[in-house]
Every structure is written in structure tokens, then in C-alpha cells.
């Protein structure tokens, strides 16, 4: 029995003292509370970010409002010199079969000559581009179908010219054909000159086209060619029999392909056939050249003449 209570007192003691070290542990920590948790405020934190080298440009974002003119500024020219960077557009093959010479090169010659004579007399001047380069530099999809092709060069110079403000739009090309007779396409020229008849704005698109074709056709005869006159035409011209004909990006209205249209009056020129031989020798000369670029701004300055700025 001794034994017995013994053995007793001393669990009665060990159980005392178990009872002491867990009532003098740190409290453990609350579980989660099912009420709303205030959050103090804080204050956004800004973070600079880089630019992209590839912004992309939401195809359905109307380009900004044309700007406010400054009273007694001079009307603003676009001049888009027809393609640019890797496209060099249509060419020209020597004999022996190689090229000695490509649209790019011309149409950017002539845009420089042409926007030279219009700030000397007070014009101010837009290019699409002012170098061997392609308006799309970042290879954007402008036109939001999902692809990155020529549509999205083309609309990209006519947001270009749209935010620019221009007054007037004059795009610079230069015609190109060929055909099984090599003997045929390398006598075949020519000078053309497009605009848009279905715009608000379709009889000043007429006007300029008209004065711009009799002046690069009399520019061509005073250097010593005699250009056969292929007319003003309708962008959307058939080029062939049963061609539906689609209108020239740059110059026609909104539709199933131009998604942002120009909103000026404008023409698009092809002054000769780079295909043809002797068209090509022609443009390549200075005096020719300067000839054709004060063809396209008499035309400018008698368009403004009977069109003045409000």
C-alpha cells in the first residue's frame, strides 16, 4: 500500500508541473477571422516603362483631328514618293538582264525636287518618307486583319498624311508593264494620272488631277519627248476586261479594304513606263527630272489659286 501511494503522489506532481509549462507558452497565433480585412490605402506606384520597339495601333482608333491652321501659314503638301526600304517597286532590266534601275530611287528624287520648289515659295511640305525607307518601320498590322503586308504599308503613309493635316496629297509612281513581246514593252510608255471621283470632296479630286497631268505631258514635250497622253482616270479603273476594279488605297473612301481613308484632295501620278526603255533612260536625267518637278508644282500653285484656304 506504501508502494502504492507513493507512485500516486508522484503522477499528481509530474501532471502539475505539465499543467505550468504549457500555460506559460507564447499564445499561438488566432486563426483567419471570417469578417472583412481592411486594407490601408496606398498610393500607386507609376512605373516608367521602356517604350516597345513594336507599338502596335488599334486599326479601329480614328486618327487625331486635322490641327488648327495658323493664320498666315501656306497650304501644307503631302508628298508620298511611291514605295521605299526593301520595295523598290517597279524596275528597269538592261538588255543583258540587269537592273540599272528601280521606282524607289525616282519617286523619292522627284519627291525632294518637287517639296524643294514648294518651301521656296512659301508651301509647307509633308513626305511620307524623305529617305530609302519604308513608312511601316515597326511592321505593324494598321489594318488589324491579322496579317503584315503592303495594305498596312499603304495605310500606314495615310494615317501618316491624315495627322499630318495636309491640304492636298500628291503620291509620286511610276508605271511598269510587261508581255511575252519584249520588243512591245520595251517601246510601251506612257503618262497616267488617277483620282477618286467618289468622295465629298471627288470635283477638287478632278480638278487636281486634270492640272497635273497637262502640266507633266508639257514638262515631258519640253525635254524632247513626245509621251503618249493614256488620260486622267478613275481609281478604280478595270484593268482588263471583267476586272471589277478596287480603288487605289490612297486615294478611296472607307471600304472593304482601306480601313482609314485620306482626307484630302488628292492624285496619284505615274509620269512614265519605267519598263520602257527609252521613258527609263529619260527620268534618269537631271534636267528631265526638274522639268517634272516644276510640272507638279505649277500645277500645285494654279490648284491653290482656284481653291485658296479659307
Known amino acids: 500500500m506504501k508502494r502504492l501511494a507513493a507512485f500516486a503522489l508522484c503522477c499528481l506532481l509530474v501532471a502539475f508541473l505539465l499543467v505550468r509549462c504549457v500555460q506559460t507558452r507564447p499564445p499561438a497565433p488566432p486563426s483567419p477571422s471570417p469578417s472583412p480585412i481592411k486594407v490601408a490605402a496606398i498610393t500607386p506606384v ?42 523598290l ?6 538588255r543583258a538582264g540587269e537592273m540599272d534601275l528601280h521606282e524607289s530611287t525616282i519617286t523619292l528624287q522627284l519627291a525632294l525636287r ?25 511592321e505593324r498590322d494598321v489594318t488589324g486583319d491579322g496579317e503584315i503586308d503592303l495594305r498596312d504599308v499603304v495605310q500606314t503613309r495615310t494615317d501618316l498624311i491624315n495627322e499630318s493635316g495636309a491640304d492636298i496629297l500628291l503620291s509620286v509612281h511610276l ?4 508581255c511575252d513581246d519584249e520588243e512591245l514593252w520595251r517601246a510601251t510608255g506612257g503618262t497616267e494620272t488617277y483620282y477618286c471621283p467618289d468622295r ?41 476586261p471583267g ?13 472593304e479594304i482601306i480601313v482609314r481613308p485620306s482626307n484630302m484632295p488628292g492624285v496619284l501620278s505615274e509620269p ?19 522639268a517634272l518637278a516644276q510640272a507638279y508644282v505649277d500645277a500645285i500653285v494654279q490648284y491653290f489659286k482656284e481653291y485658296p484656304l479659307q
Open 89 to 94: 517597286g517597279a524596275r528597269h532590266f538592261n
Open 175 to 178: 508605271n511598269a508593264w510587261e
Open 243 to 255: 476586272d471589277p476594279g478596287h480603288h487605289l488605297m490612297i486615294l478611296g473612301p472607307k471600304d
Open 114 to 138: 518637287i517639296g524643294a520648289r514648294l518651301q521656296a515659295l512659301g508651301y509647307r511640305v509633308f513626305y511620307t518618307r524623305d529617305g530609302d525607307y519604308d513608312p511601316n518601320l515597326y
Open 46 to 87: 507609376i512605373v516608367q516603362e521602356t517604350p516597345s520597339a513594336t507599338p502596335q495601333v488599334d486599326p479601329t482608333v480614328a486618327p487625331p483631328p486635322t490641327p488648327t491652321r495658323i493664320p498666315g501659314q501656306g497650304p501644307l503638301v503631302a508628298i508620298d514618293p511611291g514605295h521605299g526600304g526593301e520595295d
Open 272 to 290: 512614265i513606263f519605267i519598263t520602257c526603255d527609252a521613258e527609263a533612260y529619260l527620268i534618269m536625267r537631271e534636267d528631265a527630272q526638274e
Open 200 to 240: 465629298p470632296f471627288g470635283d477638287r479630286n478632278l480638278r487636281l488631277a486634270t492640272l497635273v497631268h497637262q502640266n507633266v505631258l508639257a514638262a515631258l514635250r519640253s525635254v524632247g519627248h513626245e509621251p503618249s497622253d493614256r488620260g486622267v482616270l478613275i481609281d478604280h479603273a478595270p484593268a482588263y
